[in-house]
């Protein structure tokens, strides 16, 4: 397919650019195979470029022989653009709204985008796993080690191909606990606490199903990662009705009387199908003219929205305490281990660990739990909350995970070496971006589509 095919009207002279607490531009609308530009030849400074993976929606406004055309971005920004001519108003916009719904990622902008700035690091190679071991376990590497059992991703389609595992069990433990659990995702080490020797492990809920199916092989692997307590709690983010509901589709919960060295709390984090319609409702209160304070702080709490961030903060603050204070190991997971596990699981070491809250650790932290433990970021950040259609796994778990972090950054900023624009850049890349870095939903897809040499990573910018 060429660009050129879904472009019907390529420039427009005298359209005006409206754009919130910014004067508005005059200038020549020019749509290329990724861009929407509006270009002033007599200020060549004065230029505005948008990516067409941003726009969320389109809308015209038809008015006599002009129109208005609104694009609603990812970012909730929405952009005026007041176009000569409704035939031009409707090709534009006919154009903007299949270039960037394209599902060829092939085609994507990341592909084609060459950047200006030298590459003093390669992003791609910055945060391996096989680097980053000694750092995070330390001198507890005679307890720890790597493993390469997913080799070639046989074992779980989500994982990467080396994980941490306890040394004291075999590669053939791994298989059976990874038969056990939901996808295959058994439980591997996130976070080594240095201090007390506890330990952050992470999976999928495991598959006892109604007639309580048990895996010798799951309980070994859990209880050799317990540190020098001995014991340890396993978080189950979901809510005890959910829990057993999905026992009877074939999941569940460990058994006490097999996992008897573990305590299982429930701290429930709404799912993921729920938090699409809150960031909805949160945006529709954000842009109401008519808003008033009482409405708006109605309208907000009944988003559910900051209840949400709370329930994740709740979560990650026990995980916390658990480890440093209390003297236990904790084991995190939903039903998937796709979402509010890895939402749990960083923010948790984001308050143990300070190398964390550093740019480069805070980059190494969503690298290591969430691009490469798998969280399906193509399918999660799809659309936005101006969409006219809802995507079937949509979701925006990594922007309320950023919307966490901004919340103790808030209370806590000299504790931080970035600020609220590292984060608002972050969420923005998560959904459009040059880079590659947030394409495809786990490691196997970009080495499929071989991410590292065909695009640059936001890490080396």
Known sequence: MEFSELIKTSRIENVTLCQPFKKSLVGILCVSGHHIMILQEEHEGNQFILLHSAVDSVEKKLSGSRGTLLLKCKNFCIIQLEIPGTEELQNVAESIEKLSNIDNLSLSYPFYHRPRFEVMED??????????????????????????????????????????????????????????????RFPVLSYYHKHSGNVIMRSSQPMT?????????????????????????????????????????????????NYSMWKRIHQPIERRQYLHESLIKLIEACIDPSMNSDKWLSRLESSNWLANVKDVLTCACFVAQCVDKDNYSILVHGSEGLDSTLQVTSLSQMILDHDCRTVRGFEALIEREWLQMGHPFQSRCAKSAFAFTKQKFEAPVFLL???????????????????????????????SSPYGTFLCNNEQERQKFKLSSRTTSLWSA
Not at 140 to 155: C, E, G, M, P
Not at 161 to 176: A, F, G, H, N, R
Not at 227 to 252: E, L, M, P, W, Y
Not at 418 to 428: A, H, I, K, V
Request: hydrophobic share 35%; net charge negative.
């Open 401 to 431: 995970f950023l919307d966490c972090v901004w919340q103790i950054w808030q209370q806590f900023p000299c504790s931080f070496e970035f600020n609220e624009d590292f984060l608002l850049m972050l969420s923005e890349h998560a959904y």
């Open 123 to 184: 992003g791609w190679q910055a945060f391996l796993l096989e680097t980053e071991v000694t750092r995070m376990i330390g001198s507890a590497s005679d307890d720890w080690r790597l493993s390469n059992v997913n080799k070639n991703y046989t074992i779980c389609a989500s994982y990467p191909p080396t994980v941490i595992v306890p040394k004291s069990v075999d590669d053939e433990v791994l298989c059976q606990s990874a038969e056990f659990r939901q996808h295959n």
């Open 209 to 257: 199903g109604p007639n309580g199916k048990r895996c010798r092989a799951d309980e070994q692997l859990l209880n050799s990662s317990l540190g020098k307590s001995g014991r340890g709690f396993i978080i189950d983010t979901r809510q005890v009705s959910h829990a057993k509901n999905a026992q009877a589709r074939g999941g569940g919960v460990e058994p006490d009387v």
